[in-house]
């Protein structure tokens, strides 16, 4: 199934390095490999393989190479400098494409030897919008049960999803976590991870979770960071135009897997709009260049809407994610009305799509289908 970034990588690779990242087992070296097989030819190198390995370092692919595709290649000692150094001396035909481990996405962020060099492309499990024109996509219940992730989404039976989802969460926890940040408390990791999946779509106290797996705040933040690093958790913070006190609030956590959340069907619900609008929003960063942003509405009364979507920090639009009902939410009326707020309440199962006032009520998938990714 052709993922609907492959274009715009290819476009890409003419110009600079290409950097492929994501979650572990989203489908980022199997992509590779599909470019791949548009070039004459191409030669691929994994990092873990002792024979690629010397390849690597000394640099003996084939002259003829037309894409070069580097993977896991940040494990590699110095591997920023030897990337600089490989594409600042590259013959003209060579576009040069790196994938591997979430981490990638970090580590090339340290330092500033490949700036200018390269482009990211943030590859997220398969959307409603990604595949709008096949069949598949009309269910939603695929979506929200299994999540989007290739192989657990295309499974011919539930049970081959579960026993995928089983020996991802135990890779999770014990390759990338513990690996990730030389963590040896794996009891503690595992107890955030689990209370985070059940707590998702709601504003997330620190203290509390400390208290509940008996180590301090500061413990807990840093594993959630870790968990958000290799792209497991993503955190929403609510919108203020102060962006220094916006991310000191409470966040909301939701999954990059769908099938992690543990709760009744709205919270999975919601956690799949939560996960689509991000896309959207990387999509806007990544492919148009627009500062967008993913946050929640949330007053000192209480009063909250689940989603907007910040331009520049300026608020587009707000939207709400509900099962069935499709009575406007009073929040939303509230928002929309006292800030003049364009206003989007998606609702799964809904028989008619309408407009009142500023508020646009949308069936999920017609909604979900427009989004850019």
């Known amino acids: 199934m052709k993922r609907k970034q492959t274009e715009l990588i290819i476009k890409d690779l003419r110009k600079k390095i290409v950097f492929i990242v994501g979650p572990r087992q989203v489908g980022k070296t199997w992509l590779a490999m599909e470019i791949g ?22 640099e003996s692919w084939p002259q003829s190479t037309e894409l070069l595709i580097l993977d896991e290649l940040h494990k590699m000692p110095g591997w920023k400098n030897y990337l600089k150094g490989v594409f600042d001396t590259k013959p003209e035909n060579l576009k040069i494409l790196v994938t591997g481990s979430a981490r990638l996405d970090i580590f090339r962020q340290a330092g500033d030897s490949l700036a200018g060099r390269f ?14 024109d096949e069949p598949i996509s009309k269910d939603i219940d695929r979506f929200i049960q299994r999540g989007g992730f290739p192989e657990p989404f295309l499974s011919e039976n539930e049970a081959d999803a579960k026993r995928w989802r089983n020996q991802y969460i135990d890779g999770l ?17 595992q107890m955030v991870f689990e209370l985070l999946r059940r707590r998702v779509g709601s504003p997330i106290s620190y203290a509390s979770i400390a208290q ?3 180590v301090s705040p500061t413990t807990v933040i840093k594993y959630i960071q870790v968990l958000e690093a290799l792209y497991i958790v993503f955190r929403i913070t609510p919108y203020s135009k102060n962006i220094a006190r916006s991310i000191l609030k409470e966040p909301k956590i939701y999954f990059f897997d769908n099938g992690l959340v543990v709760g009744d069907e709205g919270i999975r619900f919601e956690n799949l709009v939560a996960l689509s609008l991000l896309k959207h929003v990387f999509g806007k960063i990544d492919y148009e260049g627009e500062n967008f942003e993913l946050r929640y509405l949330r007053t000192k009364d209480g009063r909250e809407i689940d989603f907007c979507l910040a331009n520049d920090n300026k608020i587009v639009e707000v939207i709400e994610a509900k099962n ?7 929040n939303l009326i509230y928002f929309c ?37």
């Not at 926890?173 to 990791?189: A, G, P, V």
């Open 37 to 58: 097989k548009l070039f004459n030819n191409m030669a691929y190198l994994n990092y873990d393989s002792f024979e690629d390995r010397q390849i690597i370092k000394e």
């Open 324 to 330: 069935r009902s499709s009575q406007i939410s009073t």
């Open 212 to 214: 509940d797996v008996n």
């Open 119 to 132: 482009f990211a492309h943030r590859l997220l499990p398969f959307s409603v919008s990604e595949l709008c």
């Open 337 to 373: 009305r006292k800030y003049n707020l364009k206003g989007i309440q998606v609702v799964k199962e809904l028989k008619r799509e309408k407009t009142i006032d500023n508020i646009d009520i949308r069936e999920a998938r017609s909604y979900l289908k427009g989004l850019l990714f």
């Open 173 to 189: 926890i014990r390759t990338d976590i513990l690996d990730f940040e030389k963590i040896h408390d794996f009891r503690t990791i």
